[in-house]
């Protein structure tokens, strides 16, 4: 059995008029983890999770989720979900939607109450519970949406798109349920086009775009693939150097050079070469990566080795 909660291999999904979804996307999910799926709108984040929830089925390849084979119905009994837009109606309380939840899913009814009232807790809603959803903000509607899909006590929720339209405050608590939901053992599995709502608290990201994963991993280990010293000066390098570093695979602009490593020793012979010009040395750091660079450049990559060649006139 696999040691993932989610463990596809090559998923495909092409829907009728010929839309590729999906093209093979592998994904692995540890166990207890916040995993990010990111990409940008259409890239095939929700068709990923429909499979997964079993709302739709792949056109090929194969995987399990919670130990059982994909579009096994069964397993949703141990699976959580709050859909993109999910709505719900405007004369219910927040409790009663719970509630309705707890029906949907054979909680038993001795149970629900104490439930319940748990959930309201957990996403800080219990004092606004008797409310109508009418009367709600966009991000008190979302925590009942997730206290919603919490209410079977699943293995594994997957949250799509959970921040759309909710304010900077309500995503801020947003992250501390997710938090939470972790530190119960709770796998939360995140889509999002919004990438500063991840970045503090994924534990791994997948950068999906055009329906491929364009990179996998912890966001640390991505980020250090794409991370090094960069080193300023003053004056402008000789045409020679230039060239010398760029089939070194640095990065040259006006005033900086920018190498591919955090390694303090690779970044000397590049000093002393500067020093051998006569450039003044002004400063040296690594520079990091954010989320947000490492998606735009795992996209744009991805979008311009996609690019058909223009035709010719
Ligand atoms: P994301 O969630 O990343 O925004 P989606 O999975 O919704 O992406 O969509 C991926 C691609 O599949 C898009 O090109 C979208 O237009 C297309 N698509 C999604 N659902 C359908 C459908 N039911 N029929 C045809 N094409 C679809």
Same mark, same amino acid.
């Given at each position: 059995?696999?040691?993932?909660?989610?463990?596809?291999?090559?998923?495909?999904? $092409?829907? %009728?008029?010929?839309?590729?979804?999906?093209?093979?996307?592998?994904?692995?999910?540890?166990?207890?983890?916040?995993?990010?799926?990111?990409?940008?709108?259409?890239?095939?984040?929700?068709?990923?999770?429909? =499979?997964?929830?079993?709302?739709?089925?792949?056109?090929?390849?194969?995987?399990?989720?919670?130990?059982?084979?994909?579009?096994?119905?069964?397993?949703?009994?141990?699976?959580?979900?709050?859909?993109?837009?999910?709505?719900?109606?405007?004369?219910? $309380?927040?409790?009663?939607?719970?509630?309705?939840?707890?029906?949907?899913?054979?909680?038993?009814?001795?149970? $629900?109450? @104490?439930?319940?009232?748990?959930? &309201?807790?957990?996403?800080?809603?219990?004092?606004?519970?008797?409310?109508? =959803?009418?009367?709600?903000?966009?991000?008190?509607?979302?925590?009942?949406?997730?206290?919603?899909?919490?209410?079977?006590?699943?293995?594994?929720?997957?949250?799509?798109?959970?921040?759309?339209?909710?304010?900077?405050?309500?995503? *801020?608590?947003?992250?501390?349920?997710?938090?939470? &939901?972790? *530190?119960?053992?709770?796998?939360?599995? =995140?889509?999002?086009?919004?990438?500063?709502?991840? @970045?503090?608290?994924?534990?791994?990201?997948?950068?999906?775009?055009?329906?491929?994963?364009?990179?996998?991993?912890?966001?640390?280990?991505?980020?250090? %693939? %794409?991370?090094?010293?960069?080193?300023?000066?003053?004056?402008?390098?000789?045409?020679?150097?230039?060239?010398?570093?760029?089939?070194?695979?640095?990065?040259?602009?006006?005033?900086?050079?920018?190498?591919?490593? $955090?390694?303090?020793?690779?970044?000397?012979?590049?000093?002393?070469?500067?020093?051998?010009?006569?450039? =003044?040395?002004?400063?040296?750091?690594?520079?990091?990566?954010?989320?947000?660079?490492?998606?735009?450049?795992?996209?744009?990559?991805?979008?311009?080795?996609?690019?058909?060649?223009?035709?010719?006139?």
């Amino acid at each position: 059995m696999s040691e993932y909660v989610v463990d596809l291999s090559g998923i495909r999904k $092409t829907y %009728k008029g010929g839309v590729e979804a999906l093209k093979g996307v592998n994904l692995q999910v540890p166990k207890g983890c916040i995993y990010g799926l990111l990409g940008p709108n259409g890239a095939g984040k929700s068709t990923m999770v429909k =499979i997964l929830t079993t709302l739709i089925r792949s056109s090929g390849g194969t995987g399990t989720m919670l130990g059982r084979p994909i579009g096994d119905r069964q397993v949703l009994r141990r699976v959580g979900l709050l859909p993109e837009h999910a709505q719900f109606p405007d004369y219910l $309380t927040g409790r009663q939607v719970i509630e309705f939840s707890a029906g949907l899913q054979d909680v038993p009814q001795r149970e $629900t109450r @104490e439930r319940t009232d748990r959930l &309201l807790g957990l996403v800080q809603m219990s004092a606004d519970q008797g409310r109508k =959803i009418k009367t709600y903000s966009k991000g008190m509607k979302q925590r009942i949406g997730i206290a919603q899909a919490l209410v079977n006590n699943p293995e594994i929720v997957f949250l799509d798109e959970p921040t759309d339209g909710v304010d900077p405050a309500g995503r *801020k608590d947003f992250r501390e349920i997710v938090k939470k &939901l972790r *530190k119960e053992g709770c796998t939360v599995f =995140i889509n999002t086009h919004i990438l500063s709502e991840l @970045e503090p608290i994924v534990d791994r990201v997948a950068i999906m775009s055009g329906g491929e994963i364009r990179g996998e991993g912890v966001l640390e280990d991505l980020r250090s %693939k %794409k991370s090094g010293y960069l080193i300023g000066f003053e004056g402008s390098l000789s045409s020679a150097t230039r060239q010398q570093f760029e089939s070194a695979g640095f990065s040259c602009e006006a005033g900086s050079v920018s190498i591919p490593s $955090t390694k303090a020793e690779a970044a000397q012979p590049v000093l002393d070469q500067l020093r051998e010009e006569n450039l =003044i040395v002004t400063q040296m750091h690594v520079e990091t990566q954010s989320l947000e660079d490492l998606f735009i450049g795992m996209v744009d990559g991805a979008a311009d080795s996609n690019r058909a060649t223009p035709p010719k006139n």
